[in-house]
């Protein structure tokens, strides 16, 4: 598919196009690119391979840019990726895919009553907005997440919080490196080395990877947010513990006396006092001991 650059973006032919050299978007397939490339004097020396595209990068050569994408799947973060190498050169921008998305990205933009693509540089601007479109809903949804989890956090056990935490914070992580990685490229796009881009619309980068850059702080203030809850969940098991202990300390103690009198039992045969009196004396002034201890204890607040 072949499309002019325009405020209203239409569709050409591929021969007309390069013929006349006029500034225009191709969205082609990976085994279509290298042929077209080579009809734009797209010198490439690479390798072109979709699945070895890992991260979001760009770089600038003599006579082009090249670029790959690493775009995650909203509702699969951690599994499917779309992946796309971008080409730019003077007159052309070239989009290179084998999924739907990569298909349906163009006639997306065309369906939006904007500027679709007066230049190469509104058009990669749409582009990137058209990418993170519906993004910052998609994270305020993490956060109402973690708002549950926070509010129920005192009902479940460490291995449900780490069920349900852990996913989160790795899509998190994902998400941030992702925006990193294209503000980074946004970047580098705005100092147009190769001067590809009018000068006057190179602005459009700059906001770009701003946006791109405040979803980035989002992703942070949210895995900010989900360790303050796991944080939480450990003081509190850590009180719990504590409690526990405190308990255990105070009953030790109760029956430290108790353990003194039988030493003393065991220890005079002779002389026991059961001897005489049976074993209710025995258990009487253990049970007064076990009340004065615990009148003690409360009385200190204890327990």
Known sequence: MV?????????ASEEDVLRNKQPAVFVVSEAECPELLKKMGIHFSGTLNLNSIYYNKLETHRDYLFATLHIPEREDILGKKHRMYVFINKDFLVLVGNSKYTEEIVPGLLA????????????LYNFGIEVMRGDAIHLEEY??????????????????????????????????????QMSDVCDELEEDKNSFFDADYTKY???????????R????????????????YQAECDGRQNNNMAFLTVVSTIFLPLTLITGWYGMNFQNMPELQSGYPVVIILSLVVIMICIYIFKKKKMF
């Open 112 to 123: 939006d009553d904007l500027v679709q693509g007066e230049n190469k540089v509104r058009f």
């Open 217 to 232: 702080g989002r992703c942070s203030d949210l895995l900010e947010y989900a360790k303050e809850v796991k944080d939480a």
């Open 205 to 215: 980068f700059r906001v770009l990877s701003g946006r791109f850059e405040r979803l």
């Open 143 to 180: 956060e109402k997440k973690i708002m549950k989890l926070e509010d129920t956090v005192g009902d479940m056990t460490l291995q449900e919080l780490h069920s349900k935490l852990h996913p989160m914070r790795r899509e998190l992580q994902t998400l941030r490196s992702y925006y990193e």
């Open 3 to 11: 499309y002019l650059l325009g405020d209203q973006m239409v569709e």
